[in-house]
């Protein structure tokens, strides 16, 4: 036996897979500790109802009343983006020093943009009130709402917010009322309400990734 022999390191056993990179494997565990792959399911079900309402005409199919259905199920999307902020753990990513401000940036953002293709695909080819542009709309919007909520309440009640600027919009409409600031009621070409939309969803998403959700102290040990 030579000496090269000797320090030569032994051959991986055939069939090993080759470990998977930190960045995935921490990108996997923090998607899973806010539950998001339910989420994503939970996305999923609310196109599949909208697809099923624009199909069997559960509401009025023209008219201002039409966007109310519609209404409720791009609010309940962007509350389930919000409630994934929620962790069991609290930010344990704090360990992981400058990378969890990216993860709530990624997790937040990607879902916001798979819930509006996931609704813009429960909508295809069915006659959706006002068009794709307002569905967008109100999904980024909400969620800014959502994600400026867990601010205060955290992850789990950051959905509280949204729906109640839902029953407010909801009041909105039948008053026929023409503020920016209640872009769910407003047409897809209002200037003022894509805005106030887009302001909100830029202010939410760039204060929880600096900030993150609010956490109990006993979350973060």
């Known amino acids: 036996m030579t000496a090269a022999e000797l320090v030569k390191p032994p051959a991986a056993p055939a069939g090993t897979t080759r470990p998977i990179p930190a960045g995935i494997r921490l990108t996997w565990l923090h998607l899973r500790s806010r539950h ?3 989420g994503v399911l939970a996305l999923a079900v609310c196109g599949g109802v909208l697809r099923a309402e624009l199909y069997w005409h559960w509401a009025f199919s023209s008219g201002p009343n039409a966007q109310q259905v519609p209404m409720i199920i791009e609010a309940g999307a ?4 919000a409630v994934t902020a929620y962790s069991p753990f609290g930010e344990t990513e704090r360990a992981t020093g400058r990378w969890l401000p990216y993860l709530r940036l990624f997790a937040a953002a990607g879902m916001c943009g798979l819930a509006i293709a996931l609704l813009q695909l429960g909508a295809a080819g069915e006659s959706l009130n ?6 967008a709309r109100n999904v980024i919007g909400i969620t800014g709402i959502g994600l400026l ?3 205060a309440t955290g992850g789990l009640l950051a959905w509280t917010l949204p729906m109640g600027y839902l029953a407010f919009c909801q009041y909105a409409l039948l008053q026929a009322w023409t503020a920016p600031w209640t872009w769910p009621v407003r047409p897809p070409a209002d200037r003022g309400a894509w805005i106030c939309a887009c302001a909100v969803f830029a202010a939410g ?3 929880f990734t600096i900030r993150g959700p609010h956490t109990r102290l006993s979350d973060d040990g």
């Not at 962007?78 to 983006?81: D, R």
């Not at 006002?130 to 569905?135: F, K, T």
Request: charged share 5%.
């Open 36 to 38: 998001v792959p339910t």
């Open 78 to 81: 962007a509350a389930v983006i």
């Open 130 to 135: 006002e068009g794709v542009p307002v569905l």
């Open 149 to 151: 909520c867990s601010l």
């Open 205 to 207: 998403l760039l204060l």
